[in-house]
């Protein structure tokens, strides 16, 4: 949604007229992005993600922590403002109050072009995303949602959006980087429709380039998702897109091959395995 205003006092008044939390304006002539800040607390959906993640034995499903209010929108601030001292292709900070943060238009979101290509193309640009997150995990960062809709298109590379979750309190490194991966493949398993092979492919070029730890930290989440996905059987296509993604990302690690060493060469179930106990 793009509105067009002549100054930022004005995002004041957007803000009583426009319901979407985060929503697109222009600022003297400038595609601008206004975000509103989290205000309710979310406490039975975080416990119903914590209590999942437990029960599953997966850490790397819980959720992250995140500064609702004001205090989640300098929260955002401060660390886009680091990112991009680094030169992350984050958006810019242009404003933030207690209100609203205003950030610079960081390109059209990737979702939007991937339902715009052919499955060739979209498979090319969904694994050329991920070599790109993983670009960055190789010099120590993390995104923290790395979900395929948070990544931007600018020019013919990426950006990134999104910055509210924060996982450094929580999670070693590895299990964050890990985690990015698994929520990029399981969002990419929306767009892969009809194409089993791309999430055998995208995990593949994950593992193939993530750090020891990384791969280690993926791995031990392969197992339960392959009992899901014998859990489900015949019942996965209704269970909505969750369901979908993780009985593709179950099938898949049937078929990726073990790690290197005895240590690991067990954790997967091959793909001629049983369903028993």
């Given amino acids: 949604m793009t509105v067009a205003f002549a100054r930022q006092d004005d995002i004041d008044a957007a803000l009583r007229t426009i319901p979407q939390r985060t929503f697109r304006l222009l600022l003297r002539g400038e595609p601008v992005w206004i975000k509103r800040p989290r205000l309710r607390p979310g406490y039975i959906k975080y416990g119903l993600q914590t209590t999942?993640?437990?029960?599953?034995?997966?850490p790397l499903l819980c959720p992250p922590r995140v500064c609702r209010g004001a205090a989640g929108l300098q929260a955002e601030a401060r660390r886009l403002a680091r990112l991009a001292r680094k030169g992350w292709p984050v958006p810019s900070v242009l404003d933030v109050s207690e209100r609203w943060l205003a950030l610079r238009d960081n390109g059209r979101s990737?979702?939007?072009?991937?339902?715009?290509l052919p499955p060739a193309k979209r498979t090319d640009m969904l694994r050329s995303a991920l070599q790109f997150l993983q670009a960055l995990h190789a010099e120590d960062g993390w995104h923290g949602a790395g979900q395929v809709r948070n990544f931007t298109r600018v020019g013919q590379g990426f950006g990134l959006i999104d910055f509210e979750?924060?996982?450094e309190p929580s999670m070693p490194l590895a299990r964050r980087q890990a985690r990015d991966i698994l929520l990029f493949v399981m969002s990419a398993a929306r767009f892969a429709k009809g194409e089993p092979t791309v999430i055998e492919a995208l995990l593949a070029d994950a593992h193939g380039r993530?750090?020891?730890?990384?791969?280690?930290?993926?791995r031990s989440l392969a197992p339960k998702l392959v009992w899901l996905h014998r859990?489900?059987?015949p019942l996965a296509p209704?269970?909505?897109p969750e369901?979908?993604?993780?009985?593709?990302?179950g099938e898949a690690y049937r078929h990726l091959p073990p790690a290197q060493g005895p240590d690991n060469a067990a954790q997967i179930p091959s793909a001629s395995a049983g369903t028993g106990g």
């Fill in 52 to 58: 999942t993640a437990s029960m599953l034995g997966v």
């Fill in 110 to 116: 990737v979702a939007q072009v991937l339902r715009e």
């Fill in 165 to 167: 979750d924060d996982l």
């Fill in 210 to 218: 993530a750090s020891p730890q990384v791969d280690a930290e993926l």
């Fill in 231 to 233: 859990l489900m059987g």
């Fill in 238 to 240: 209704w269970t909505g």
């Fill in 243 to 249: 369901g979908r993604a993780i009985a593709a990302l």
